[in-house]
């Protein structure tokens, strides 16, 4: 949608702005674990009536999504329990469960928020688990059920958020199906953990183990013969016959734990919104006040911040990379909604995510690395500011950590993404000449030139190599496969931004986001323009002048002041920070008690 940063899912923030405000998301420092994690449940619950979310997400899933932008700034753990609940668990059961399955009372309970959903796939003891379960599913034709074993203590299931006594738990359970003594891949199950009295038959759940990164009820699971009913089976299109064969529409093993995580598509997508929305969050709270925070310094005293060179050179790249990974999560959001964007498969040789989809795990391992650099350097502007969790900026860069692991590592989808890009050489077209760089389009075009660079360079050594066994070809390159990914998405990314850009109405709004996204160009050029120049790409003209234009960018930029902000559709709301408030002097000086609104203490 024209004028809209968030492609229409502004047209939901007056519901949420009334939603995601109140007692129940002041931000408390005085809770035990225990409390903070009950507290984050409340939250699911209201959200979760006070939105109609089950009924609005099926009919609109765009309100689910704008919802997860807003639980994100407000509450990473909120957001991270939300994704999961909804976006798994409940997609789950709507997209996979068998045609003739009575599931409505766990849907109900999902549904209400009575029961919380959580995932449990990885295995504690060993890496890559996804690819190579140990958590076995053994279906019973005599009882026509299943039995749920963890064979020993390196597969018990790993970070699922069950820890907290009191609360009811379903887990949506990934194991090795066996039937007929026979593995026939990776399936879903749907398993309740516990009830409000504890843990169910047959399910061992550990003590809570806490994280400050966003802080859940995070546990390990074991399972000791649980018994699964068939029709809690999400068995997507299989099934078991009378006499005990399974009869399955995908074609072998690989293709079964592809199909079997279709369903993470939905977190990929989730956890890019999240992690744009913080990104945004973030780099609006700090435009406006590096505009209003004045120094002392002898050299320039009571200049504002944004005055200092230094500081427009980290803040303006920090939210050009915020829009930039606003413009990728907004197709990345339309190719999930739509389904209209099919691949072809890919091998799944370290984890399974990119064979899902892989611009989608693209999508989500960028908004990662931008909420990353975006937090990171504006939390270094703030000075002390930075730290206090009030400010937000520390539960932000939490996020982002998680988010590493979370919804597909981004270690294993980089090394996945690699192969993929090596086995295709074909190089993307680029036109010849570089003649100036004050316009996107030849920005991109020294974009597809690295890219291209580093993937036939890449290609080169992996030839060179190819006498070695295959994962030692790959330990020599991993660094050079990993810039490879690296300028491979920014090409993707930069492109995405140009187009999206030009789908704005003509006015300030797209000026400024032009400008962005020719400063987002240029950021990548000046930081490789070494390579560039040398392999014939930039010309010494403009070697030397890259540097100039994108000080004169970030000037340019600067000169829109504080309104930047507003001019480009970004909001602080949502964060609580006291940096956000028109007076953020007298909001910090009344959060610690000592305002002259606060009441004195004698």
């Not at 984890?351 to 989809?357: E, I, R, T």
């Not at 050029?525 to 010309?539: I, K, M, N, T, Y």
């Not at 408030?581 to 203490?601: Q, Y």
Request: hydrophobic share 40%; charged share 25%.
């Amino acid at each position: 949608m024209s004028g809209d940063v968030r492609d229409g899912r502004s047209e939901f923030d007056a519901d949420m702005r009334g939603v995601f405000s109140g007692g129940l998301f002041a931000p408390r420092e005085d809770q035990a674990p225990s409390e903070k994690h009950r507290r984050t449940y409340q939250q699911l619950r209201h959200i979760t009536h006070s939105l109609n979310l089950p009924r609005r997400s099926r009919q609109d899933p765009r309100s689910l999504f704008a919802a997860l932008e807003w639980a994100a700034v407000v509450s990473p753990a909120l957001f991270l329990t939300s994704t999961v609940h909804y976006g798994v668990c409940v997609a789950g059961i709507d997209g996979m469960t068998q045609v003739d399955a009575d599931l409505s009372v766990l849907r109900g309970e999902l549904d209400a928020a009575r029961t919380v959903g959580t995932i449990l796939i990885t295995e504690v003891g060993h890496g890559t688990s996804h690819v190579a379960l140990r958590t076995r599913a053994d279906y019973r034709p005599e009882t026509g059920d299943f039995v749920l074993s963890t064979p020993e203590e390196a597969a018990c299931k790993f970070m699922a958020h069950a820890g907290l006594e009191g609360i009811p738990k379903v887990g949506m359970v990934y194991a090795q199906l066996w039937v007929g003594g026979e593995c026939h891949g990776v399936f879903p199950f749907l398993v309740r953990l516990r009830d409000e009295r504890g843990g169910a038959e047959g399910v061992r759940v550990g003590r809570a183990v806490r994280s400050d990164a966003v802080d859940l009820d995070y546990t390990l699971v074991r399972f000791d013969r649980t018994v699964v009913p068939y029709e809690q089976w999400l068995s997507d299109g299989a099934h078991i016959d009378h006499e005990g064969v399974i009869h399955d529409p995908a074609v072998s093993p690989g293709r079964r734990l592809v199909r079997s995580l279709q369903v993470s598509r939905n977190a990929s997508t989730a956890g890019a919104v999240g992690l744009a929305a913080v990104a945004r969050a973030t780099s609006a709270l700090i435009t406006r006040y590096v505009h209003h925070r004045t120094t002392s310094g002898a050299l320039a005293p009571g200049a504002a911040l944004v005055s200092h060179a230094r500081v427009r050179h980290a803040l303006f790249p920090a939210l050009a990379v915020a829009l930039a990974a606003t413009a990728q999560v907004n197709r990345a959001l339309r190719i999930t909604l739509t389904g209209d964007d099919p691949q072809h498969a890919m091998s799944t040789d370290w984890s399974p995510w990119a064979s899902v989809h892989s611009e989608l795990a693209l999508s989500k391992v960028y908004a990662t690395w931008a909420a990353e650099r975006v937090t990171r350097d504006c939390r270094k502007l703030l000075g002390a500011h930075g730290v206090l969790n009030a400010n937000r900026i520390h539960a932000y860069e939490g996020l982002a950590a998680v988010y590493h692991s979370a919804g597909g590592d981004n270690t294993l989808t980089t090394m996945d993404l690699a192969r993929a890009l090596a086995d295709d050489p074909r190089a993307v077209p680029v036109s010849s000449g570089c003649d100036r760089l004050d316009q996107p389009e030849a920005l991109v075009m020294l974009a597809r030139a690295r890219e291209n660079l580093l993937r036939a360079r890449l290609c080169t050594r992996l030839g060179a190599d190819r006498c070695l066994p295959e994962g030692e070809r790959w330990n020599r390159h991993d660094q050079l496969a990993d810039e490879l990914v690296s300028a491979h998405a920014h090409r993707i990314v930069l492109e995405q931004f140009r187009a999206w850009v030009d789908t704005f109405p003509p006015g300030e709004q797209r000026n400024a986001l032009h400008r962005l996204c020719l400063l987002h160009g240029l950021d990548h050029a000046r930081q490789h323009r070494d390579e560039l120049h040398h392999a014939g790409w930039l010309s010494r003209e403009w070697h030397r002048r890259v540097e100039e234009v994108f000080t004169e960018q970030c000037d340019v930029l600067a000169h829109y002041g504080p309104e930047l902000v507003d001019t480009l559709g970004l909001t602080t709301d949502g964060t609580g920070a006291p940096l956000a408030a028109e007076d953020h002097v007298a909001t910090m000086t009344d959060l610690a008690g000592i305002g002259h609104r606060s009441p004195s203490r004698g």
